[in-house]
């Protein structure tokens, strides 16, 4: 790789001298500009000066715009709760907004996209008996009572079942079962999607 002399050529060299250092600096700037970057080529087709790709560098805290400015950004995901890696930021005074979470598999967890923000989890055994209840946590995810929320039974048995949601807050809800069996707990997956705290 070229290395960029800042300092060459220098007033006083002669041109047979300058002609190589000038030559050296535009092979290390061709080759700077190549990183995601079409190539610097002024024969090559409209795409000249696009790039293939951006790469950011991790960062290890939100920078902070300037004035009419917006930044795009790579965070440091170590210390976050939730584990985005991609995030947009208009002004000092706003919100980072991530962009591209990473989602990891599991039976509960959560994740926030362009202010909506998805909640999943499964009821800890619904107590026996023909009409039982659980609240369900959502923390402090949701900046209002959520959009949508959804149940789906998992207890294979225990006969028919129904379920409804009452008592919705941004914290969270209570799920009821109904079932014509007194003796077999209830277990369902749920999902809460809503507008982002």
């Known amino acids: 790789m070229a290395t960029y002399q800042e300092t060459k050529p220098e007033a006083q060299d002669d041109q047979d001298v300058s ?3 000038l030559q050296q600096n535009f092979e290390a700037n061709n080759e700077t500009w190549a990183v995601d970057h079409v190539e610097p080529d002024p024969n090559t087709d409209g795409n000249r000066g696009k790039h293939n790709k951006v790469t950011f560098v991790e ?3 939100d920078p902070t715009p300037g004035t009419d400015e917006c930044v795009l950004y790579a965070k440091d995901v170590s210390t976050e709760t939730l584990p985005y890696a991609t995030y947009i930021k208009a002004d000092a005074s706003t919100a980072n907004v991530p962009l591209i979470p990473q989602i990891t598999s599991g039976t509960s967890g959560n994740y926030k996209v362009g202010g909506i923000t998805t ?3 499964v009821t800890s055994n619904i107590t026996t008996g023909n009409t039982q209840s659980i609240a369900i946590s959502f923390g402090a995810l949701f ?3 959520p959009w949508f929320f959804g149940v789906d039974r998992i207890t ?3 006969g028919p079942a129904a379920s409804y949601t009452t008592s919705k807050t941004s ?3 209570t799920v009821t079962s109904i079932t014509n069996d007194t003796t077999i707990a209830q277990n369902f997956n749920w999902v809460a999607i809503g507008p982002s705290a």
Request: with cysteine; aromatic share 6%; proline share 0%.
């Open 19 to 21: 002609q190589v250092d």
């Open 119 to 121: 909640v999943w989890g």
């Open 171 to 173: 914290s969270g809800c």
């Open 59 to 61: 960062q290890s805290s």
């Open 156 to 158: 294979a048995t225990g």
């Open 143 to 145: 900046s209002s009572t």
